[in-house]
């Protein structure tokens, strides 16, 4: 039997409503094809989330041989886009024999002109590299957090470095990254990393340690550092920063800081830190009063609740 033309498959593929055949027609265009026009609508049509959610172990042969082909080579793919959504697909997948392909994608660079653009090919393939070896994926992992190459846009590939040293219980690496690059990663406009790496060294983490690193990035009030050592501290039901965790939402300059620590607590459930609002709120302003309210009407109600939530109406 004669196989569909592209520009059939194409047109079967945006007629089709089904699934199953929608996922089926996708991987066929995808495996075919070398004209990017097919490939963008082909991988576009297979990370819709119902068909991305019927991707299974049978498909990742195709899937495999396309990211492959890029690999190998790369000229034909400068930004690393087909690679990266490639790569997302085969990691949602979970085949093991992939590792090779997450070690390829932690490895890549591509510049364009002068600059690394590839920066989210290697945070997902460190997440797929992560759920196959967690050895191999804290050495690279380290290696990319705090990397120059670290995306403007969003912090990556040193926001997933992150997230899986916290994920492995590996403390150290982020605070050297905080001691050594944590200042400069705020000048460069890259403080999201610096708020999540604050946020991320764990319960047993030294309190006198720690309690340093936050006076020494709370001197400039940058909200989403200033967000990131509001987290650890509720997070990790840090008692004996409470105080320090009040001073800083009570003199924060920023009425959005001001806001979102207000939040956190008040959707901590943790009744020792909802009563530190009740206590705040007695000396609330009118200029952030109405924090305070959006704030304890995400607590649950009661009888208490509801009385400094009606003194501050």
Same mark, same amino acid.
């Given at each position: ?11 079967? !593929?945006?007629?089709? &409503?089904?699934?199953? #055949?929608?996922? =089926?027609?996708? %991987?066929?265009?995808? $495996?075919?094809?070398? +004209? ?52 997302? !697909?085969?990691?949602? &997948?979970?085949?093991? #024999?992939?590792? =090779?392909?997450? %070690?390829?994608?932690? $490895?890549?660079?591509? +510049? ?52 899986? !040293? ?12 905080? %001691? ?60 004996? !920063? ?72």
């Amino acid at each position: 039997m004669k196989k569909a033309s592209q520009s059939k498959l194409h047109e079967q !593929l945006m007629q089709t &409503i089904n699934l199953s #055949e929608r996922r =089926d027609l996708a %991987l066929e265009l995808l $495996s075919m094809t070398m +004209s990017r026009q097919y490939i963008d609508v082909a991988l576009r049509i297979l990370q819709e989330e119902e068909v991305s959610e019927i991707l299974n172990s049978t498909h990742q042969p195709v899937l495999r041989a396309k990211v492959l082909y890029y690999f190998d080579r790369p000229d034909k793919d400068k930004a690393g886009l087909i690679r990266e959504q490639i790569v997302r !697909l085969l990691v949602d &997948i979970g085949v093991p #024999e992939d590792i =090779d392909i997450y %070690l390829k994608g932690v $490895s890549t660079y591509e +510049s364009q002109p002068v600059t690394d653009v590839t920066q989210n090919l290697r945070a997902v393939s460190l997440a797929g590299l992560a759920n196959e070896d967690e050895v191999l994926a804290s050495v690279y992992a380290v290696k990319l957090l705090g990397e120059n190459d670290t995306s403007q846009f969003n912090g990556e590939p040193s926001i997933t470095a992150v997230t899986l !040293l916290r994920r492995f219980n590996q403390p150290l690496p982020i605070f050297q990254f905080l %001691l050594r690059q944590g200042k400069n990663f705020i000048e460069r406009g890259l403080a999201e990393v610096v708020g999540k790496a604050l946020e991320s060294l764990g319960k047993d983490f030294p309190l006198h340690l720690y309690e340093e690193l936050a006076d020494d990035f709370l001197q400039n009030e940058v909200p989403v550092v200033v967000g990131g050592i509001i987290n650890y501290i509720i997070e990790n039901d840090v008692s004996e !920063l409470y105080s320090r965790m009040v001073q800083i939402i009570e003199e924060a300059e920023d009425n959005d800081l001001h806001k979102y620590g207000l939040i956190m607590m008040a959707t901590s459930r943790n009744e020792d830190i909802i009563n530190l609002i009740y206590v705040m709120a007695e000396n609330s302003t009118m200029f952030n009063r109405a924090n305070f309210i959006e704030a304890l009407e995400l607590v649950p109600a009661d009888d208490k609740r509801d009385a400094v939530l009606g003194s501050l109406q």
